[in-house]
């Protein structure tokens, strides 16, 4: 007697957390799958032609700013006038020799990509450069590779100034 007043009540209970276990799981394979679907679009930097155009005013002397150009992290750092005096009057290593004004269009401004040419790491700002958390490369405030595994110096983009404060990287 039980059994059948509560068959109905069953029954509907059954459908019903079929129906919240259908739409969780199409929740869930939905939220799996998004990375996938949204790498099958291109990147917005990508949409405008492969260039990022960066504002410069908002970086103070002395500070750096990480934006995203091609999917690459891309430092931006401001340096001061003692900074570019260092860099000026050293050479760098003898890994990868080059003078600070080969690296750099205004020396107020390095632009590098901020990958680590040993196994591409993202470098972190330690002290008067940048040192890689994983093996231990150190760069300096142009971008030259002081010591460590890394063979080369930091990749700098093309890019080019703008008329009002601003670059834009991907042009030459
Ligand atoms: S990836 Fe930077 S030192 Fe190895």
């Not at 990508?46 to 908002?58: A, P, V, Y």
């Not at 570019?84 to 020799?97: C, H, L």
């Not at 972190?124 to 231990?136: A, E, F, I, K, V």
Request: a negative charge; charged letters at 25%.
């Amino acid at each position: 007697m039980t059994d059948e007043i509560n068959e109905p009540e069953d029954s509907e209970r059954r459908e019903f957390l079929g129906k919240i276990t259908g739409a969780v799981a199409g929740a869930g394979v939905v939220t799996a799958c998004w990375p996938f679907v949204r790498s099958m679009y291109p990147a917005a930097d990508i949409l405008e032609g492969g260039t990022s155009t960066i504002k410069l005013g908002d970086i103070a002397p002395g500070e750096m700013k990480t934006v995203s150009w091609q999917g690459k992290p891309v430092f931006i750092l401001h340096r001061t006038d003692e900074q570019i005096e260092r860099m000026v009057s050293s050479e760098g290593s003898n890994k990868d020799p080059q003078s600070d004004d080969q690296r750099v269009q205004d020396p107020g401004w390095l632009v590098v990509v901020g990958l680590c040419t040993h196994l591409g790491c993202v470098p972190l700002r330690h002290g008067d450069g940048w040192s890689c958390p994983c093996h231990g490369s150190e760069y300096d405030n142009s971008g030259r590779v002081l010591k460590g595994p890394a063979p080369t110096n930091l990749l700098v983009p093309d890019y080019r100034f703008d008329d009002d404060d601003a670059i834009i990287i991907g042009e030459a």
